[in-house]
T-cell receptor
Framework: GAGVSQSPRYKVAKRGQDVALRCDPI?????LFWYQQALGQGPEFLTY????????KSGLPSDRFFAERPEGSVSTLKIQRTQQEDSAVYLC??????????FGEGSRLTVL | QQQVKQSPQSLIVQKGGISIINCAYE??????FPWYQQFPGKGPALLIA?????SEKKEGRFTISFNKSAKQFSLHIMDSQPGDSATYFC???????????FGSGTRLSIRP
């Protein structure tokens, strides 16, 4: 997605390691979403920011998952003590003024 | 609880044929129904979307049919081409909710 840059594109972690995934939207976007897409599945909502405020974190699967957007622009999704079931593509998305979501290309996390 | 159910899981169609993917939803508060197309290694991209006040929307070879009473909607791809081979996701969003909920996806293959 031209409006969202995600890094790293690929990350391999050993079980138990902490990882941080970055989402850098084009400037001026108030809202930002994180989704998790397991292999062969549809994206599942994780969390939503409006500026720096995390308004909905109901989709975070455990307290090992933490997201922040301290200055209302770049967002980081942090996963502590990674487990094999955390292996997935993590997608960042920004909405258009009419609500359509535009996704980045995602960060593929593989936990060994 | 799966709020958006999608079928089939996979579909093979001959070039020039019609591809049909079906979805059903449960929450009558949903008021926006997009379809996303995803190629390997890429994020989902918005293809076409419909709101429940119309029964059909057509954009080029792509048509959404919407049946509000049955809580079902479908994507029709006319004159299917090999370049249409991708995974397709239906989705839904409620007017009071900010997140989009996705179906489980349909892997479409168009045979030349």
């Amino acid at each position: 997605g031209a409006g969202v840059s995600q890094s790293p594109r690929y990350k391999v972690a050993k079980r138990g390691q902490d990882v941080a995934l970055r989402c850098d939207p084009i400037s001026g976007h108030v809202s930002l979403f994180w989704y998790q897409q397991a292999l062969g599945q549809g994206p599942e909502f994780l969390t939503y920011f409006q500026n720096e405020a995390q308004l909905d974190k109901s989709g975070l699967p455990s307290d090992r998952f933490f997201a922040e957007r301290p200055e209302g622009s770049v967002s980081t999704l942090k996963i502590q003590r990674t487990q094999q079931e955390d292996s997935a593509v993590y997608l960042c998305a920004i909405p258009s003024p009419t609500g359509e979501l535009f996704f980045g290309e995602g960060s593929r996390l593989t936990v060994l | 609880q799966q709020q958006v159910k999608q079928s089939p899981q996979s579909l093979i169609v001959q070039k020039g044929g019609i591809s049909i993917i079906n979805c059903a939803y449960e929450n009558t508060a949903f008021d926006y129904f997009p379809w996303y197309q995803q190629f390997p290694g890429k994020g989902p991209a918005l293809l076409i979307a419909i709101r429940p006040d119309v029964s059909e929307k057509k954009e080029g070879r792509f048509t959404i049919s919407f049946n509000k009473s049955a809580k079902q909607f479908s994507l029709h791809i006319m004159d299917s081409q090999p370049g249409d081979s991708a995974t397709y996701f239906c989705a839904a969003r409620g007017s009071s909710a900010s997140k989009i909920i996705f179906g489980s996806g349909t892997r479409l293959s168009i045979r030349p």
